[in-house]
């Protein structure tokens, strides 16, 4: 059965950093990372980062500059690294992910169970 879990999460001071890592496992015949989501209680969940085909990544204009998407695909993995945070970053933080499990099966599209994030003043 195929599960991504992401981690990472925790508390951090305003302006420091953390990565999150997001790894799928099971049966994987190949893997693309899509994007970072993330929810604060209340609101609906938005996009954070997302991988483009040009190669520099698609970002909130809220992170923007302190956020860069990265992942190894090869390895069903990939990675949110944050720096400069800010407590307006405290969130629940979700990966998302395109996996085929066999070779003759369609694509589906998968998320994690989400990581916190809190980011203190």
């Known amino acids: 059965q195929v599960q991504l879990v992401e981690s990472g999460g925790g508390l951090v001071q305003a302006g420091g950093s953390l990565r999150l890592s997001c790894v799928a496992s099971?049966?994987?015949?190949?893997?693309?990372?899509v994007a970072w989501y993330r929810q604060i209680p209340g609101n609906q969940r938005e996009l954070v980062a997302r991988?483009?085909?040009?190669?520099?990544?698609n970002y909130a204009d809220s992170v923007k500059g302190r956020f860069t998407i990265a992942g190894d695909n090869a390895k069903n993995t990939m990675f949110l690294i944050m720096n400069s945070l800010k407590p307006e970053d405290t969130a629940v933080y979700y990966c998302?992910?395109?996996?085929?499990?066999?070779?003759?099966?369609?694509?589906?599209?998968?998320w994690g169970q989400g990581t916190q994030v809190t980011v203190s003043s």
């Open positions: 998302n992910a395109i996996i085929r499990r066999r070779a003759s099966d369609y694509e589906g599209s998968y």
């Open positions: 099971g049966s994987i015949f190949s893997f693309n990372a």
């Open positions: 991988f483009t085909s040009g190669g520099s990544g």
